[in-house]
């Protein structure tokens, strides 16, 4: 059974404006089963930079997403964690995520960590350690940086650190996941070359 997600769009008061709407989420490649005033139905949830770029291209032609207050409070979440945890975020010695979290949303660290694990059924500190994991990941494979350089740059204390979080998430050490990944390239280029 395929599931739908609903959006909800202020401003949509005639035909006109579901035409317009339904221009829009072929122009931006959204898939969608349904268009109404008001409301458009996904067949798949919006990922963040989808939302955005949804929100910012609605904004010119007179309409505005109406987002449930908490899951305003998720995306928000989410998007400071791609922001620090983005590999050019300058952390500070002192640096704790729940600080951030405060200073960039103006509330209670404990309030936005509860509603998170609610809406999202994962706690806050898990989801940053997921995240900063698929980083790590990401930065092994396609790059040449060093462990203590990700580690660095994602704000783990120390390269031996990230070693730990790596191999309680992976079951795997980063040097064996890069030397996978590796072999795995040198594999397919070389499958790529047998002309």
């Known amino acids: 059974m395929q599931h739908s997600y609903k959006i909800l769009i202020k401003g949509m008061v005639c035909d006109r404006c579901i035409l317009t709407i339904r221009q829009l989420f072929h122009e931006l490649e959204i898939p969608f089963s349904n268009i109404s005033l008001g409301e458009v139905t996904t067949v798949a949830a919006l990922s963040l930079p989808d939302m955005t770029i949804l929100e910012e291209r609605l904004r010119p032609l007179g309409f ?5 207050k908490k899951k305003k409070l998720i995306r928000e979440v989410k998007a400071l ?3 620090v945890y983005s590999g050019s975020y300058d952390f500070p010695d002192d640096f704790r995520f729940s600080d951030i979290v405060v200073a960039n949303l103006n509330k209670d660290y404990n309030v936005v960590s509860t509603i998170f694990s609610a809406e999202e059924g994962i706690t806050l500190e898990k989801y940053l350690i997921e995240y900063r994991i698929e ?3 990401e930065l092994l494979v396609y790059t040449a940086d060093t462990l203590p350089d990700i580690a ?4 783990f204390s120390s390269a031996p ?3 730990r979080q790596f191999k ?5 050490n980063p040097s064996y996941f890069k030397e996978i990944r590796k072999s795995k390239l040198s594999y397919t280029q070389k499958e790529g070359n047998t002309d």
């Open 152 to 155: 660095f740059k994602l704000g």
């Open 64 to 68: 505005t997403l109406l987002e449930d």
């Open 135 to 137: 980083k790590v990941k």
């Open 168 to 172: 309680a998430q992976t079951g795997l």
């Open 161 to 163: 650190h990230l070693s």
């Open 81 to 83: 964690v791609e922001l």
